[in-house]
């Protein structure tokens, strides 16, 4: 079984600063990682992905995320953050099994951006 | 391209009632999942569907059943609901399931609030 664990319940950064959200999951099998980023009152909007092929990922709004495997990590980095990126931000692992493939979410990390 | 769409987007029931739930598929897409966020927790997976059969189920009763129509589309139907079952549900979908779709993008909808009195 899958597992993810996002350290940090509630991160909270400095416009302009780095914004660095930790993920580390836990997979028998070669995972597909995803961030998803939800905004209060909505459904969840895709960041980015990893399937295989390199390691560092670029998504949308300037995000970007790195697959460590030794490390099992999935870290979310931004290296300036906005007011827009006040939200909350989960992130997923994702296995194939027995003809059918789910999403294993972490409990999710409230970004908060400070004037 | 109209995406993921649920309805209702509010509900309030009561204890022991009975709740219907809608979700239409992104245009294209043929795999329908459905997710449970309680508050203050990541999303939990309920079940999949893909065409019209249960395709996949996580640790939920018996009570969450679903359906999913020769159009793709999708409901969620819980029994005998308890105050547990008061959350946020999510419906996603997805362009298909074959190989190794696992990382295909499950696409998600603004999903229903059901909240159990």
């Known amino acids: 079984a899958q597992s993810v664990t996002q350290l940090g319940s509630h991160v909270s950064v400095s416009e302009g600063a780095l914004v660095l959200l930790r993920c580390n999951y836990s997979?028998?099998?070669?995972?597909?990682l995803f961030w998803y980023v939800q905004y209060p009152n909505q459904g969840l909007q895709l960041l980015l992905k990893y399937t295989t092929g390199a390691t560092l990922v670029k998504g949308i709004n300037g995000f970007e995320a790195e697959f460590k495997k030794s490390e099992t990590s999935f870290h979310l980095t931004k290296p300036s953050a906005h007011m827009s990126d006040a939200a909350e931000y989960f992130c997923a692992v994702s296995v194939a099994g027995a003809g059918s493939y789910q999403l294993t979410f972490g409990k999710g990390t409230k970004l908060s951006v400070i004037p | 391209e109209t995406g993921v769409t649920q309805s209702p987007t509010h509900l309030i029931k009561t204890r022991g009632q009975q709740v219907t739930l809608r979700c239409s598929s992104q245009s294209g897409h043929n795999t329908v999942s459905w997710y449970q966020q309680a508050l203050g927790q990541g999303p939990q997976f309920i079940f999949q569907y893909y065409r019209e059969e249960e395709n996949g189920r996580g640790n939920f009763p018996p009570r969450f059943s679903g359906l999913q129509f020769p159009n793709y589309s999708s409901e969620l139907n819980v029994n005998a609901l308890e105050l547990d079952d008061s959350a946020l549900y999510l419906c996603?979908?997805?362009?298909?399931?074959?190989?190794?779709?696992?990382?295909?993008?499950?696409?998600f909808g603004a999903g229903t609030r059901l909240s159990v009195l």
């Open positions: 996603a979908s997805s362009p298909g399931l074959a190989g190794a779709l696992a990382k295909n993008i499950q696409y």
């Open positions: 997979s028998s099998v070669p995972p597909y």
